[in-house]
Structure formats: C-alpha cells, structure tokens
C-alpha cells in the first residue's frame, strides 16, 4: 500500500516540475520577463532566401542572455528584407543576424543549391552598368531601381517623316526592379548585422571599384521591354530609398505574364503603345 501511495506522489511531483519547467521556459510569470524572438518554423538550407512560411515567434525568458543582442524580434525584420540564411538552420534555431546576409554572392557555396533566390514565375536578367549609369556604385544586392530610357520620338514613327527639330523623350519605364546578384566587382556589400548604408564589405569580399553589371528579378515579359530598352535607347537608372522598398515577391502578380510562355516579343509599335512614348 505504502509502495503504490509512494509512486503516486512521485508522479505527481514529477508532473509538477515539469509544469513548473514549462512555465519558465514559456516567459510564465514563474520564469520571469520573457522575449519574443524569430525562430526557424522549419529547417532552412544555406543560401536559401527567407519566406514567410520559414519562421515563427517564439518567446523565451530573458536572464540577462547576452545572445539576445543579435536576435529579430519581429517576422517583418526578417521575411520582408530579403535575408539569405549563410549557413543551414535547423528547425527551431532561434535566428540572429550573424547567420543571415544581403547578398548571396558572398556566402560560400559548400552544398548551395545551384539556384538564384528567384520567385515563381520570375526570371534573372544581367543588365550593364557603369559609374554615372549605375548611381556611383552605390547599388547594392537587395536594393530596388527604377529605369529611364531616353529616346528620340522618330524611332516609333511609322512613316518615317520628321517635322522640325528631333524630339527627345525621356521617361520612367520600369519600377521596383530588385537587384539579386553584383558583378563582377563587389561594391558596398552588406552583412544582414550592418544597417549602416556605408561600403564596409563582408569579410573575404574586396571591393575592386564600381560593379559593372547587375542581376534584376522581373517576368519575362518585362524582360523583353528591358531588352528593347537597351538595345534602342539611352538608360539610366536611378536608386530608390529603402524606406519605399517593395516586399520582395513570392509569386508573379502579372496576370498578363504568369509564365514564361507568355512572352510573345516587342516591337517599336508594341513599346509605343505600352509606355506612350509618342503621346508625350
């Protein structure tokens, strides 16, 4: 009798410090102040781009953990700047800036995925740049651009015919192009843990002067514009603040180009009449 009373209150006293764990661990008011903190809903591969569907809020006691200094404490910190994990994270993991980065071209490639952090229905596309086209270098991965193209009107004419002096047109013709990829010089690399917007470069990146090609992420109808665009016209483009960044895309919300079999070519006519270049 003894023995099966003697079990049973150990039972229960082992049910109670395991409650009394869980209370801690979970910020309970026995566990003290407690910390919400990102962490990896699911395991995350190296040079994998961060989505939303990879991480949570979990919360954790505080304890005067130092650790806690590198931590993100909100899910936009993380699934809307575009972070690249630098290493493979296992479910679970509480994330910290030193495991993610900017730019996927200074992570080492060890077992990487041979993939651009492309997403669904989008394609990469290398465009040339230069000191004076390309904002001085300041262009970095993870940053949006708008494009100009300047054109004389004469080359959407139809007839051929000019009255009076050329007309030159210079307009906006695309917006929120994201940059994925430098090259092949690295110009003002940032690690995810550097919010500063100077040109200190991760370690083992030297910075050999201005980047002279940039690697956008668009549909591949828009790819067709580029192409026309810089192949016909002059084209600058210029650097947008990073407080009007977009969210970094996660499906194409083109319905006009969902895939890339929608593509069917551009003309001088079909640009015309897409950006109104004449009607200027």
């Known amino acids: ?44 591969p190296l040079r994998h781009q961060i989505k939303p569907e990879d ?10 953990n130092a650790s806690l200094a590198n931590t993100y404490t ?4 993380v699934d809307s700047k575009g972070l690249i994990s630098e290493i493979n994270i296992t479910k679970g993991t509480v994330l910290t800036s030193d495991m993610l980065a900017t730019d ?18 989008y394609v990469a596309m ?3 740049t230069s000191e004076q086209v390309g904002v001085a270098g300041h262009i970095s991965v993870g940053d949006y651009i708008t494009v100009i193209a300047s054109a004389q009107v004469t080359i959407f004419s139809t007839t051929g015919a000019q009255t009076g002096p050329p007309r030159v047109v210079s307009k906006t013709v695309f917006t929120n192009l994201r940059i994925i990829g430098l090259g092949p010089a690295t ?30 992420e ?10 026309w665009f810089l192949n016909n016209t002059q084209v600058r483009y210029t650097l947008e603040s990073f407080r009007d960044y977009a969210t970094a895309p996660v499906d194409n ?15 001088n006519a079909v640009v015309d009449q897409f950006f109104q270049f004449s009607k200027l």
């Open 1 to 44: 009798m003894f023995i099966i009373i003697g079990l049973l209150l150990a039972a229960v006293a082992f049910g109670l410090v395991i409650f009394i764990s869980t209370l801690g661990g979970g910020g309970g008011a026995l566990g003290g102040p407690s910390t919400p903190v990102v962490i990896a809903r699911q395991a995350i």
């Open 55 to 64: 991480i949570e809020i979990a919360h954790i006691a505080v304890n005067g």
């Open 74 to 77: 909100n899910l936009t910190d």
């Open 104 to 121: 996927f071209n200074v992570i080492g490639s060890g077992a990487a995925p041979a993939y651009l952090p492309l997403a669904k229905g």
């Open 126 to 128: 290398t465009i040339p």
């Open 187 to 216: 110009a003002a690399v940032q690690p995810a843990n550097n919010g500063g917007s100077g040109t200190t470069t991760t370690a083992g990146a030297t910075q050999t002067g201005v980047t002279s090609s940039l690697t956008v």
């Open 218 to 227: 668009l549909t591949q109808c828009d790819a067709e514009y580029l192409t």
């Open 253 to 267: 919300g083109d319905a006009k180009c969902k895939t890339i079999q929608d593509a069917h070519g551009v003309s």
